[in-house]
């Protein structure tokens, strides 16, 4: 039953089969691709996750924005915008704000190094399942790309009206953009074919038997 999968578009059960390298496996009635040659290098995902987890830290920890207006300069970060936001009373969306761009992203990170970091050394990660299925939920509600335009929008319309000095945070974000791009494109269900030839941790860590004397 591992070996059997359906496809996502019209539900054709299928056997799955080794694919070369390069290639993918489309299904047999409506065509769409089922899987690509899974890409089994770990190292390379936990390294480009590492570095999502570096840069977001700078861009949460340094001012995004400097604003001067007739001499009065303002700066926030991220996490303090929206809790500007729950100041003036628009709790909805700062929590919206801070979900989208803090919360669901980081979440991402860490269960993806909680996955990946195990089974890098040969163990199976603990409640696998449910951290995968956390995964594939978060995914939807991480926006950081429609933040960064949004940044870039208000920063267009600001520059008429006020002197805009981009901070740290904002090409912080900008690598971000970029590296949870290539961290999102893989596919997660090439670690199931990792997983299914992982030795469990919880078995790996049971007590052994004592004989006990008569």
């Not at 019209?10 to 040659?37: F, G, I, K, N, Q």
């Not at 995968?132 to 429609?146: H, K, L, Q, S, T």
């Not at 900008?174 to 941790?201: E, F, K, P, Q």
Request: glycine share 4%; with cysteine.
């Amino acid at each position: 039953m591992t070996n059997l999968m359906a496809c996502p578009n019209c539900d054709t059960l299928h056997r799955r089969t080794d694919v070369p390298p390069r290639e993918a496996a489309r299904c047999v009635r409506c065509h769409s691709v089922l899987y690509r040659a899974p890409d089994l290098r770990l190292s390379r995902v936990l390294a480009l996750t590492l570095a999502c987890l570096i840069v977001f830290a700078i861009a949460n920890a340094f001012p995004i924005v400097e604003i001067e207006v007739q001499g009065i300069y303002t700066r926030t970060t991220l996490i303090g915008a929206a809790w500007a936001l729950y100041r003036e009373g628009m709790w909805l969306v700062a929590l919206l704000v801070f979900t989208t761009t803090v919360l669901s992203p980081l979440s991402q990170l860490l269960a993806l190094v909680h996955l990946i970091g195990p089974l890098s050394v040969g163990r199976r990660p603990y409640a696998v399942f449910h951290v995968m299925r956390a995964i594939e939920f978060c995914r939807p509600w991480g926006m950081i790309e429609v933040f960064m335009l949004g940044v870039l929008v208000s920063l267009v319309k600001l520059s008429s009206m006020a002197s805009v000095l981009p901070g740290i945070a904002l090409w912080a974000f900008g690598a971000l953009t970029v590296l949870l791009a290539m961290v999102l494109s893989y596919d997660l269900r090439n670690l199931w074919l990792v997983i299914d030839h992982t030795s469990d941790a919880n078995a790996a860590s049971a007590s052994p038997s004592r004989t006990v004397p008569r």
